[in-house]
T-cell receptor, first 113, second 115 residues
Framework: SQKIEQNSEALNIQEGKTATLTCNYT??????LQWYRQDPGRGPVFLLL?????KEKRKERLKVTFDTTLKQSLFHITASQPADSATYLC????????????FGAGTQVVVTP | DAGVIQSPRHEVTEMGQEVTLRCKPI?????LFWYRQTMMRGLELLIY????????DSGMPEDRFSAKMPNASFSTLKIQPSEPRDSAVYFC?????????????FGQGTRLTVV
């Protein structure tokens, strides 16, 4: 069966450091992978998308890498700030189920001053 | 556009009652998704539509759950009869995938409590 796995343990990090989150998947032929941010009581909000033929994408302090051989994506928040504290979810769309957007359970990030 | 609009924001109902959740997607979007979020299971995809047609409902947990999209601007998720284990936050999302808009826009969610 298809699985998207993210660290269930919260990531506690000091302000200014780089937070790195992992998203692993099995039994997917991914067309593209997305990262979302979710704040308490709100719906997820899109951050970044990376396609299967791309290795890395950046947006401001965010960086995503995608390794289809390892079946893994890494999400980095550089120079982290307390305002970055949230839950981050990865989501996949597969070639064989075009349009179907499935999410991992998310990893909570807590940035302390 | 006001974004994806869900109603109600909160719903408390007794076991056995029918519950209907509503969603208005962003105008012009061609995909609509229904998700359920719990601490135990995360964000689960229940069903999604393309141009008002249900494409994949394999995530719908039981026959007690049904979803419709009678037109491009409205969708419902119905639970009949409801059970305490249905308590969760239900999200609706829409996207413009048909023209390369991969980003999904989420509503604020409906927090359902079945007692």
């Amino acid at each position: 069966s298809q699985k998207i796995e993210q660290n269930s343990e919260a990531l506690n990090i000091q302000e200014g450091k780089t937070a790195t989150l992992t998203c692993n998947y099995t039994n997917y032929s991914p067309a593209y992978l997305q990262w979302y941010r979710q704040d308490p009581g709100r719906g997820p909000v899109f951050l970044l998308l990376i396609r299967e033929n791309e290795k890395e994408k950046r947006k401001e302090r965010l960086k995503v890498t995608f390794d289809t051989t390892l079946k893994q994506s890494l999400f980095h928040i550089t120079a982290s700030q307390p305002a970055d504290s949230a839950t981050y979810l990865c989501a996949l769309t597969s070639h064989d189920s075009w349009g179907k957007l499935q999410f991992g359970a998310g990893t909570q990030v807590v940035v302390t001053p | 556009d006001a974004g994806v609009i869900q109603s109600p924001r909160h719903e408390v109902t007794e076991m056995g009652q029918e519950v209907t959740l509503r969603c208005k997607p962003i105008s012009g979007h061609d995909y609509l998704f229904w998700y359920r979020q719990t601490m135990m299971r995360g964000l689960e995809l229940l069903i999604y539509f393309n141009n008002n047609v249900p494409i994949d409902d394999s995530g719908m947990p039981e026959d007690r759950f049904s979803a419709k999209m009678p037109n491009a601007s409205f969708s419902t998720l119905k639970i009949q009869p409801s059970e305490p284990r249905d308590s969760a936050v239900y999200f609706c999302a829409s996207s413009l995938l048909g023209t390369g808009g991969y980003e999904a826009f989420f509503g604020q969610g409906t927090r359902l409590t079945v007692v």
